[in-house]
């Protein structure tokens, strides 16, 4: 079995075939799967995604691609849905946060903002985070060690191996997916091998960061499987010891995973969403970047 730690399945890319992208991924094996959500406008859609997938999950957040759109008001919004959600087997953090540096049109004091008052929101509930990582590993780690929060997931991680370490020993594990099937992705593919098995999780952050295999093309859970067999050749172990290994590390760093796992469709709360909550308006990131 495998767990795509990072899916953003309730995008408007998937709206017209939702329902075969799920089922397509488990029959590939996909038994977990976690929506972060990207603003507050998303957090009845991820939570309506998260509930039609077998082991499926959400977190909530305010991304940073979104915080040009966002209001400070949302910051109260949000602590009263994480409030909520913490009945819900299928909630299981705060994500997705973080700095974009790469994006050059963002406010970093703006960004700064919704970072730190959501960590502080992770911190009240002791619950993990889902961290966007660009150009920002040290700006982010400076954060984390004022405010502390519990660990969880740095995405799409591509740093130096001393970067790595600092969010590792801060509680956090790396999420590799896409980036690693490219022979040219050298700092990444030298981290997937080179940090040790019990901090890596896999992700395919669908539909963005397509592997190798259908570059440019929309990406999709059931790609995970292949991706986390590039990652079992790099590493020269077998695929048993890699699915267990990034299994365990995702139930470890995201605790309330381990129950959502279990869940069936329909398992879960239910109040305020609806079948049509499905139809998201997440409709593509302000930027045209990658989520
Ligand atoms: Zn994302």
Redesign the pocket.
């Known amino acids: 079995m495998w767990i795509d730690t990072?899916c953003?399945l309730d995008a408007a890319e998937f709206d017209a075939d939702r329902a075969t992208v799920i089922a397509n991924a488990t029959a590939a094996g996909v038994a977990g799967l976690v929506v972060?959500a990207?603003e507050c406008a998303t957090f009845d859609a991820a939570r309506a995604a998260a509930r039609a997938v077998p082991g499926g999950a959400y977190a909530l957040g305010i991304?940073p691609l979104y915080t040009p759109r966002a209001r400070e008001e949302d910051i109260a919004t949000l602590r009263v849905a994480v409030e909520r959600a913490m009945g819900d087997p299928r909630f299981v953090g705060i994500g997705?946060i973080g700095l974009d540096y790469f994006v050059k049109t963002l406010d970093t004091e703006r960004q700064q903002f919704f970072y730190v008052e959501q960590l502080k929101i992770a911190r009240d509930f002791d619950l993990p985070v889902?961290l966007?990582v660009r150009r920002s590993q040290d700006a982010l780690l400076k954060q984390l060690r004022i405010f502390t929060p519990r660990g969880g997931i740095a995405?799409?991680f591509n740093g130096s191996r001393q970067q790595a370490d600092m969010f590792v020993e801060r509680g956090f594990c790396l999420g590799f997916g896409g980036q690693m099937t490219f022979d040219r992705a050298l700092q990444i593919r030298r981290l997937a091998v080179e940090m040790p098995l019990s901090s890596i999780v896999l992700e395919t952050?669908a539909p963005?960061i397509a592997p190798e295999w259908i570059y440019k093309q929309r990406n999709s859970p059931a790609e995970l499987p292949r991706m986390a067999k590039v990652l079992a050749a790099l590493r020269g172990v077998t695929l048993e010891v890699l699915s267990e290994a990034t299994c365990a590390n995702a139930w470890r760093v995201l605790p309330r995973l381990s129950g959502a796992t279990a869940m069936k469709p329909g398992d879960g709360l239910a109040a305020n969403s609806s079948p049509m909550s499905l139809i998201s308006p997440n409709s593509g990131s302000p930027s045209g970047q990658?989520?």
């Open positions: 990072h953003h972060p990207v991304h997705e889902i966007h995405h799409a952050d963005d990658s989520r």
